[in-house]
């Protein structure tokens, strides 16, 4: 069956060049001067620079700006796309061409998946994604909605401890990647839902619903570059999947915010924020049920994976460098009030060497290596070279992060020490360092992220001494990354712990 279909698919991927070849003179009248475009690699034809962006694009990316620079002109199909990859570009864009940079590319899948494209982290820029984004920043996200959730990390973190010692007696490793990926989000369950929905009797397994959405992102999709060839993705049952998987998605949060709906309901999570907005219109913007879902399920896409990420990555360094993992634990030692017992809030602020390892991790393994991508709402004049309005844009992170102009010569090598006298920001603010994203489309949950990740990594750290389980191929087996937006490990992250004395 794939057979045929690939074969199906390279008959009409030749009908189209050679169509677009008998349309070449027409065309080109009509297509868009541009005065000076930035570098482009030579692509094939139909589908253009396909090829070049390689399992894991941000690799293939990097190698390839070494060649065409920092600014280069992609085609994937039809669509032109900008790849930024230096930090002195970016800045360029935080600087002068914000508002220009920052929109996201529509596609049909999205669209479906999102009721008509009505989230808003993947909602195109305008007045609706303005008013989401409000509702994120002043209502979900804000210091005081971070802190009111102390006691749920605090719960799920002793929770988590408690799973360990149990692997402890029965003497096997620990899975940290489960442990990491179940943490976040039971966490995230709680935060946003009020509970966890983790299976069982008539529960619904959210973490299995993320999984199957989760992968849902990482495929190609022909309708957004060929929408005549949409029939393909019916015949490959990628169409039905989407609506099936929408469907489940839509089913589950509807249930949830019924079970909000009913009865005298005191304001405790994220749902319960929203429904009183709603309620009161305090935005003056009227949310209605669909927006209200969305907004819900953008939070566990973008939250859950990429926390986990940044902490499986975390640990696999640290597993990678003792040396690293005992100052990190002297730094919780010596800020914590009580050794023996839970690493709070408040003991974290202090810890300069755990905020150094946080930020190492994230220059080196940053959990979406490519930011989201963006779209140009406008023409714009940068570094030199023309680029228009509708290129989508990819700004490659991760070749930013090993830049040895910014970094030095051991930008390859994790070293938490670089950042310890260093005033970087991470926040989004300078460009040599933006794991987070940059300027209006930035991720508005840095607070969140960083309190749930320092607390999970100081309690791990300080609690246990750990040990790689196997290392079947070293280095090759523990660097090796997922596919996808968000990248994590390719293979568990297995570890025995043992209590810390
Ligand atoms: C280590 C953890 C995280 C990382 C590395 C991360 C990174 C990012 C990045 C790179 C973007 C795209 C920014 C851009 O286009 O410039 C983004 C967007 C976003 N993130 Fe995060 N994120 C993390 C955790 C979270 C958490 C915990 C939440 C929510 C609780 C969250 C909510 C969002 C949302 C809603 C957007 C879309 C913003 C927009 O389009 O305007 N993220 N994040």
């Known amino acids: 069956m794939e057979l045929a279909l690939s074969s199906l698919l390279c008959i009409t991927l030749l009908t189209i060049f050679f169509l677009k070849f008998l349309s070449k003179r027409k065309n080109s009248t009509s297509e868009k001067k541009i005065a000076n475009p930035p570098p482009s690699p030579p692509g094939l034809p139909v589908i253009g620079n396909v090829l070049d962006f390689g399992k894991h694009a941000h690799r293939s990316l990097k190698l390839l700006s070494e060649r065409y620079g920092p600014l280069m002109l992609l085609r994937w199909c039809s669509v032109p796309v900008l790849v930024v990859s230096s930090a002195e570009v970016a800045q360029d864009i935080i600087k002068t061409h914000d508002r220009a940079f920052s929109s996201r590319p529509r596609s049909n899948f999205l669209a479906k998946l999102m009721n008509g494209g009505q989230d808003m982290a993947f909602a195109p820029y305008g007045e609706y994604w303005r008013q989401m984004k409000r509702i994120y920043v002043l209502h979900l996200f804000s210091n005081k909605m971070v802190s009111s959730f102390r006691n749920v990390r605090e719960e799920e973190i002793n929770s988590t401890i408690e799973k360990i010692e149990k ?6 490793p620990t899975n940290l990647s489960e442990i990491f990926m179940t943490f976040t989000n039971d966490l995230i369950c709680r935060v946003a839902l009020g509970r966890k929905y983790s299976g069982g009797e008539g529960v619904p397994d959210v973490y299995e619903l993320l999984r199957k959405l989760m992968s849902l992102f990482g495929r190609l999709y022909i309708e957004d570059y060929f929408p005549f060839l949409g029939w393909i993705d019916i015949l490959r049952g990628l169409a039905g999947e989407v609506k099936e998987i929408t469907k489940e998605l839509d089913d589950f949060l509807e249930k949830v915010v019924q079970e909000h709906s009913d009865g005298d309901r005191q304001i405790v999570d994220f749902v319960d924020v929203l429904l009183s907005i709603q309620r009161e219109n305090t935005t003056g913007f009227e949310i209605d049920r669909v927006n209200l879902k969305l907004l819900v399920a953008d939070v566990f896409i973008a939250a859950t994976d990429t926390t986990s990420a940044l902490l499986e990555w975390a640990m696999t360094e640290l597993l990678r460098h003792p040396e690293c993992a005992e100052k990190l634990r002297d730094d919780i030692r010596g800020n914590s009030s009580d050794r023996s017992r839970y690493v709070s809030e408040e003991d974290i602020t202090d810890m300069r060497y755990l905020e150094a390892v946080i930020k190492e991790t994230l220059r080196l393994h940053p959990s979406a290596p ?110 090796a990354e997922s596919t996808g937006l968000v990248v994590s490990r390719k293979y568990p992250l297995l570890a025995y712990a043992s209590p810390a004395s």
């Open 167 to 172: 692997t402890i007696s029965s003497s096997s």
């Open 370 to 479: 490519l930011l989201v991508p963006r779209q140009l709402i406008e023409d714009v004049r940068i570094k030199g070279y023309d680029v228009t309005a509708g290129t989508q844009v990819l700004i490659n992170y991760w070749a930013m992060g090993r830049e040895t102009a910014t970094w030095g010569e051991d930008a390859e090598e994790f070293k938490p020490e670089r950042h310890l006298d260093s005033s970087v920001d991470f926040r989004g603010q300078d460009a040599k360092f933006i794991p987070f994203g940059i300027g209006r489309r930035q991720c508005p949950g840095i607070g969140f992220a960083l309190v749930m990740a320092e607390l999970v990594l100081a309690n791990l750290i300080t609690r246990f001494n750990w040990e790689i389980a196997t290392k079947p191929e070293g280095d090759h087996y523990d660097l």
